[in-house]
């Protein structure tokens, strides 16, 4: 569009600090720009273009609900937002999901829940959750406050109270503070991935799960980020061997589209009756069929492409000159390197190549169906720029 930028900056508020590119279009992992410069997108809209942009098989299923009907109120049933919840808890033994539309929807959602069956369960005063610093849990009034990071907590209260933060490598710093205020849950990311890609210690993890298990505490995952297949299961916590009582997710659930879902399993399948939560645009029959389409796709085969990648790029990068660490699961990936890491972003972009931050460091997130050639190609950029050449 003509003149995009100066309307951009005059009119939209000014919450975003852009980079100096607008995109026209975008096809599998590429996107184009106004100029036709051509990039290879490793950040597939921060973990939501699941398998890439204009998908044709995710086009089709969109498309094909449109022309049925594009929204109905949820004062009556639909397709697509049952046939979608049947198979989420099919693959994940939840027994119930509210959709809303966004991640920070489906946080609120879980914190409305944990305190309404602690109240139900316990009376008044359980309300406590602990959530963990570094954590970042959307940017409403409540998931800010449930966001572990001071730098949230400003400008806009008074925010919810009842959120406590923990040290996410101290367990006991955790118990204790579950010991000192009557708390109805543990709230956490897998991997904190607006923190930094810092995965969660697996004995950490064992013991606040063991924890929460004997005292009747509920376990919330946000897999806002960490979901649908992005760390090579389909849901992160598959891979520390618990199963949650909540799991948030949203970003590439619908592959593009704004849906978000809370996921609720046996304890608090019934904490929510007629009248005591909704969402205008929850389960949006075009999101839905969107998801549809994304979720029946991630099977066994792709999530063993996905960790097949994922180790290329561990390998090809560990080690390699100008690289301090890399961390994360599967596409999910944080590389801190010599260089500031907004130099090193910034000659990745001029070289073509679109990965994003995450704190100090460079952060991957490609779609998930990424060719390999192209991965390589990326990664081939990724180190040059990093190496300083
Ligand atoms: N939770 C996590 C772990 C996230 O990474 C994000 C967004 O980055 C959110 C919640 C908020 O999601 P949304 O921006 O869709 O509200």
Redesign the pocket.
Known sequence: MKNCKSIDKKYVANTYSRFDIEIVSGKGSYVFDDKGKKYIDLNSG?AVNTFGLCDKKWIDATTNQMNQFQHVSNLYYSAPGAKLAKMLCKRTGAKKVFFGN??????ECAIKVARKWAKDKFGEDDYYIITLKN?????TIT?LKATGQDVFHKDFGPFTEGFLYADPSNANELINLAKSKKCCAFMF?MIQ??GGVLPLDKNFVSKIVDYAHRNDILLIV?E???GNGRTGTLYAYEQYGFTPDIV?T??GLAGGLPL?ATLLFEKVEKTLGYGSHGSTFGANPVSCAGAISILSRINSKLLKSVNEKSKYIFDSLNGAKGIKSVSGMGLMIGIETDEDSSVVLKKCIENGVLPIKAKNKIRLLPALNIPMNTLKEAVKIIKKCAAGE
């Open positions: 921060i966004s991640g920070a929807e489906a946080n954590s970042f849990h959307g940017r998931t990311e991935g607006e946000d806002v980020q960490t948030t949203a970003k978000g």
